[in-house]
């Protein structure tokens, strides 16, 4: 059982920066996922276990930052020139066992955090 707990949320201004961290009880292969009210659980960015391979939305791409610390099993979510469609509740995953194959859909993961809210505001 890996236990996730992440932190970093708040409320910025568009063009704002936050970073979200998530903190799991052992290595993985991690990813970030958002929901906004009304809408499907949607994939924003993903890092195998070693931290040599990250997955992006294209929506997030070039603005979003997925990396790890390892020694503190610790992955972040450097987000910069947030807009406001970017609002959401972020929840932090991670899927069973040392895998490096990408995985973008939330049934692929095993084990989720109880998320942070990020509202970015006009």
């Known amino acids: 059982q890996v236990q996730l707990v992440e932190s970093g949320g708040g409320l910025v201004q568009a063009g704002g920066s936050l970073r979200l961290s998530c903190v799991a009880s052992?290595?993985?292969?991690m990813g970030w996922f958002r929901q906004a009210p009304g809408k499907e659980r949607e994939f924003v960015a993903a890092?195998?276990?070693?931290?040599?391979?990250?997955y992006y939305a294209d929506s997030v791409k070039g603005r979003f930052t997925i990396s790890r610390e390892n020694a503190k099993n610790t992955v972040y979510l450097q987000m910069n020139s947030l807009k406001p469609e970017d609002t959401a509740g972020y929840y932090c995953?991670?899927?069973?066992?040392?895998?490096?194959?990408?995985?973008?859909?939330?049934?692929?993961?095993?084990?989720w955090g109880q998320g942070t809210q990020v509202t970015v505001s006009t």
């Open positions: 995953a991670a899927v069973r066992g040392l895998t490096s194959r990408a995985r973008y859909s939330p049934d692929e993961y095993d084990y």
């Open positions: 052992e290595r993985a292969f």
């Open positions: 890092i195998n276990w070693s931290g040599g391979s990250t």
